[in-house]
């Protein structure tokens, strides 16, 4: 059995990461989409919200499951006795960091594969940077978002004022 593990900050997740979600548990025994607890950018929603949000996104996935976590990621896959980080690539800037990222991991854990997955290219220009700035100028993100993300952005921004630093 091959466990991945697809770890992010998913704050919030959208459809790219939903896309890359599917694509990696058609190809694995079995996903486990690991929330970052600690992201050293700034997030809207506390763990325990960006994990029940990834686990209404992807419940209809058999194989997955969401966690979270708070460590190296290839501590935590090797903790969760898994054999693959995926990762998710929507433009070519991306790719170097992903590319440094996975040296650096396979320096640190030669035995944990990464594998990089293009997202399909009608999401290639989402990032949850750009989903928050959008909802916080009350745009719309209905075709970026689940519609409970949406709602959970909604309800952040109309808390807060508006925007903030996102």
């Not at 059995?1 to 025994?29: E, K, Q, S, T």
């Not at 745009?139 to 970026?144: P, R, T, Y």
Request: aromatic residues 10%; glycine residues 4%; contains cysteine.
């Amino acid at each position: 059995m091959i466990r991945a593990v697809f770890p992010g900050a998913f704050d919030p997740v959208h459809f790219g990461h939903i896309d890359v979600a599917r694509r990696a548990a058609a190809i694995f025994d079995e996903l486990v989409v690991a929330v970052y607890e600690r992201p050293s950018k700034r997030v809207l929603f506390t763990v325990q919200e960006r994990v029940a949000m990834m686990e209404q996104a992807i419940a209809d996935i058999p194989n997955a499951w969401v966690g979270h976590y708070y460590c190296l990621t290839v501590d935590h896959a090797q903790a969760l006795d898994a054999q693959v980080i995926v990762r998710g690539l929507r433009v070519f800037s991306d790719f170097e960091f992903e590319f440094r990222m996975a040296l650096t991991n396979r320096r640190l854990t030669p035995e944990v594969e990464m594998v990089s997955l293009m997202t399909h290219e009608g999401h290639t220009f989402l990032s949850s940077s750009t989903v928050k700035e959008v909802a916080a100028l009350n745009g719309d993100i209905s075709s970026m978002v689940p519609p409970h993300v949406q709602e959970a952005l909604l309800a952040y921004f109309s808390r807060e004022g508006g925007l903030t630093e996102v």
